[in-house]
């Protein structure tokens, strides 16, 4: 078996038997294959697509590459995954709740990808935060805040690492069969008793209408329950941003505001959806309801502070970060105003050019060398259906450079349309599958 057969059988819209894919992912892990076959791999199964027996396979295969966690704790092994929007750092919440609920959240995430935003890279805005951890040390945080947020190890499906990073400047990101491997082979090397998907669907997701986010829901949850952990997927609107804030640090601001209850808003309703059911399915709750009800409680009553400030404390921020965050966080040089060129309603808001912006800004990154400046990004950016006058904000650049921001505020006046009519706000939970 050689890559050029593998290649070859795919350029012809041969299926890929699990011998094949597991070589491929072995060759992946350990370089067998060079990044031109790498990238030409990714690019045949976007273009082609492999059949439901494949999809298990490859996410087997990539699991398999690298060690798969086992746990001893005294609570269930939880954990969540969202397939990537705009504003959405609900994993910053949701993990310290699951905790401060009783359960244990060892939360394998990821970096940017396209016009969405990394987990990682949020955190590591915080000075001093690493997510890179040594095995020992992720046990360690996971034991005693009960939840840690951490990259993959060189040993944890390290065939999607290196896919991962090829997917990104390839532009075979949106591949449901990539996504579900992608996804579920690090989910499934942590040693998870339960998962809950968050597929997004909208202008900031990768899946655009219902049937595309539907099949992606479908085959993480079948993939992930073949392979013996129980999982529910929720389909969620990403027609605009979650929280008002796109950027590293300033995603990081909305969840320390929410944390310490200075603010709610759609993050928690997404939150108590996607933690409710974890909790029922892992005996902590005695249904979805009562397990929401118990996620909101641990935010509002401060638990899931407690819990975020003991997991940061072990990753290496500041001590005193979660009581005096603001000092911490880096602000950007240039903050400006992006102002409505008209009165109007808001009526569309396109997340991917928004996210765009961000990276054009330098909060992204486009190969997968560039170094993400924490500070930059946007604020305040308004909600649909909300009316403006002319002049108002739309949103806040926050630039390191005056010409940048320029760009990013003319990238946001393309990206927010304003109209006559009265326009309702989007249903933020539309579909449970499973």
């Excluded at 560039?370 to 630039?399: K, T, W, Y």
């Amino acid at each position: 078996m050689s890559a050029r057969d593998i290649l070859a059988r795919l350029r012809h819209g041969q299926p890929l038997d699990g011998a094949a894919l597991a070589w491929m992912a072995q060759a992946l892990a350990d370089g067998g294959v060079s990044d031109a076959q790498a990238g030409a791999f990714a690019m045949g199964i976007c273009l082609n697509g492999l059949d439901d027996a494949g999809r298990v396979a490859l996410t087997l295969a990539m699991r398999d590459s690298g060690r798969v966690l086992q746990w001893d704790l005294g609570g269930p092994v939880l954990d969540k995954h969202s397939t990537g929007g705009v504003g959405d750092c609900v994993s910053l919440v949701l993990a310290p709740a699951l905790a401060a609920c009783g359960a244990y959240v060892p939360m394998i995430s990821g970096r940017g990808l396209g016009h969405t935003g990394g987990t990682l890279d949020k955190l590591e805005a915080i000075p001093g935060v690493t997510t890179q951890l040594e095995e020992a040390q992720f046990r360690a945080v996971v034991d005693a805040a009960g939840c840690a947020i951490v990259s993959a190890s060189g040993d944890i499906a390290p065939a999607d690492k290196r896919l991962y990073a090829v997917r990104d400047v390839t532009s075979t990101v949106d591949s449901l069969d990539l996504i579900t491997a992608s996804i579920l082979s690090k989910k499934l090397a942590a040693g998870l008793d339960g998962l809950v998907l968050d597929v997004k669907v909208g202008s900031g997701a990768f899946m655009k209408d219902m049937d595309e986010a539907r099949a992606l829901a479908q085959a993480l949850s079948s993939t992930a329950t073949a392979a013996g952990c129980p999982t529910t997927a929720v389909i969620s609107d990403m027609n605009q941003p979650l929280v008002p804030s796109l950027g590293n640090a300033l995603e990081v601001a909305e969840v320390m505001r929410v944390l310490t209850g200075a603010a709610e808003g759609p993050i928690l309703e997404v939150a108590g959806e996607l933690g409710g059911g974890l909790l029922a399915s892992g005996g902590l709750a005695a249904d979805a309801q009562a397990g929401a009800e118990a996620i909101l409680a641990a935010v509002r009553d401060g638990r899931a502070l407690e819990r975020f400030a003991r997991m940061l404390a072990g990753m290496g921020a500041p001590v005193g970060f979660a009581e005096d965050w603001q000092r911490f966080l880096p602000e950007a040089p240039v903050i400006c105003a992006v102002k409505a060129p008209r009165d109007g309603v808001v009526s569309a808001i396109d997340g991917a050019a928004l996210g765009m912006a961000v990276v054009g800004l330098g909060g992204g990154r486009v190969v997968e060398a560039d170094q993400i400046d924490p500070a930059v990004g946007l604020s305040e950016v308004v909600r649909l259906g909300a009316r403006v006058e002319h002049g108002e904000p739309l949103a806040m650049v926050h630039a390191a450079r005056s010409e940048a921001a320029d760009a990013a505020a003319e990238a946001v006046l393309a990206a927010i349309s304003l109209g006559d009519a009265p326009v309702a706000e989007p249903k933020l939970i539309l579909e449970r599958i499973g």
